[in-house]
Nanobody, 123 residues
Framework: QVQLVESGGGLVQAGGSLRLSCAPS????????MGWYRQAPGEQPELVAD??????????NYADPVKGRFTISRDDAKNTVYLQMNSLKPEDTAVYYC??????????????WGRGTQVTVSS
């Protein structure tokens, strides 16, 4: 099992920045991919960015709306994954979820989720 805890959400004005953090715990060596999803009110969840862990291969990916503004990164020494969000827009307002996909994921989907952190961007 893997547990994920997010932090770093909040209220920011348009054009501002926030950094989200996610600290996985438990069977972290089972994690193949780490990612960030977001869900705005009335919308479907959207994969914002994902990246492989140090033990897996693969690419870092970004959703088109955030390319050039958001950066996903990890600090293996701190066992933490970050989402740096710059040039924030009101349409970035959502609950942001940290997610992990394990090597055991039978359907290739993310199988562990944090509780989410609210990001609100005011205009």
């Amino acid at each position: 099992q893997v547990q994920l805890v997010e932090s770093g959400g909040g209220l920011v004005q348009a054009g501002g920045s926030l950094r989200l953090s996610c600290a996985p715990s438990g069977n972290i060596f089972s994690i193949k991919t780490m990612g960030w999803y977001r869900q705005a009110p009335g919308e479907q969840p959207e994969l914002v960015a994902d990246m492989p862990t140090v033990t897996s291969g693969g690419n870092t990916n970004y959703a088109d709306p955030v390319k050039g503004r958001f950066t996903i990164s990890r600090d293996d020494a701190k066992n933490t994954v970050y989402l740096q969000m710059n040039s924030l827009k009101p349409e970035d307002t959502a609950v942001y979820y940290c997610a992990a996909r394990s090597y055991e994921s039978s359907d290739g989907l993310f199988d562990y989720w944090g509780r989410g952190t609210q990001v609100t961007v005011s205009s």
